[in-house]
């Protein structure tokens, strides 16, 4: 449970700090200051990337959509900032469960390159599917 909650919370705090950085930025220098928009920003958390959740289930060892709650919450909270989210899932197995959570959704792109026979569960469709 812990590594579990722990895991969506510290995805979740990497993707808030990176806007965090860009909106102290633009507070400072000014919406459209080429150093508020240039700089690159950029965090990471090395213990994420639970692909395989769905709305009303996990699956392999991923209880929650990390990603999936970051995603929503930056889209929610930094609406000046974030407007498109681009998830690249570079796995051996396709991610699925990111898939399913953002079908339909303009403001979410799922892009899943993947291991063409290494399925243990229905595959679904990304937005954008590379079979390897």
């Known amino acids: 449970v812990n590594r579990a909650l722990s895991s969506v919370g510290g995805t979740v705090a990497a993707a808030c700090a990176v806007c965090d950085v860009i909106q102290e930025r633009r507070q400072q220098h000014g919406e459209e200051s ?24 996990g699956e392999g060892f991923c209880v929650f959509s990390d990603i999936a709650v970051a995603a929503n919450v930056v889209l929610e909270q930094y609406p000046d900032i974030v ?12 991610g699925n469960g990111n898939a399913v959570l ?25 937005d954008l599917d590379i079979e390897l």
């Open 34 to 57: 080429s150093i508020a928009n240039s700089s690159p920003t950029w965090s990471a958390h090395v213990a994420g990337g639970t692909h395989h959740a769905f709305y009303d289930r």
């Open 83 to 94: 407007q498109r989210i681009l998830i690249i899932d570079l796995d051996v197995h396709q």
């Open 102 to 126: 953002f079908q339909g959704r303009d403001d979410v792109i799922t892009f899943s390159m993947h291991c063409k026979k290494n399925f243990f569960s229905e595959k679904q469709s990304s």
